[in-house]
């Protein structure tokens, strides 16, 4: 599904630790940024909806997954439905829940935010 912006990306994540400081504003400033396009679930202008059939419109879902959050797994389950590449992420010293197996293969570590871009690049 690719468009004049590359990929769709969205970005999940819990709500439980500064996402705008330590998650959309290094993504913002970041050529992934430009090359993609990247959906931030708490911009107000990236996701005008919030319904199952959303997901089914994006190429990619990066969950961050360092932080339990029952929201996030409800989207990671609508993006298994719906066929969608799925890619968790989680920082080296977070240990994420083992049930993100049953809906994701591509689970990885990352030490730094430069580390997670590269990763996200990896498979865009």
């Known amino acids: ?29 970041s050529e992934l940024f430009k090359q993609h396009q990247i959906l931030l679930p708490h911009e107000g202008e990236s996701i005008s909806q919030n319904s ?4 089914a419109t ?7 997954v360092s932080y339990p959050s029952t929201g996030l797994g409800i989207e990671l389950a609508w993006a298994a439905d719906a ?9 080296a010293n977070k240990q994420p829940s083992m049930a993100l197996k049953t809906v994701c ?11 997670l871009i590269k990763i996200i690049q990896s498979v865009t």
Not at 4 to 23: A, N, P, V
Request: net charge negative; charged share 30%; glycine share 4%.
């Open 1 to 29: 599904m690719l468009n004049f912006y590359g990929m769709r990306i969205y970005i999940g994540h819990s709500t439980g630790f500064d996402y705008q400081k330590e998650l959309y504003e290094p993504l913002k400033a």
């Open 52 to 55: 199952k059939d959303f997901y």
């Open 58 to 64: 994006i190429d990619l879902f990066v969950a961050e």
């Open 83 to 91: 066929q969608r590449k799925i890619l968790c992420v989680h920082r």
């Open 105 to 115: 293969s591509d689970i990885r570590s990352y030490n730094d935010i430069e580390e």
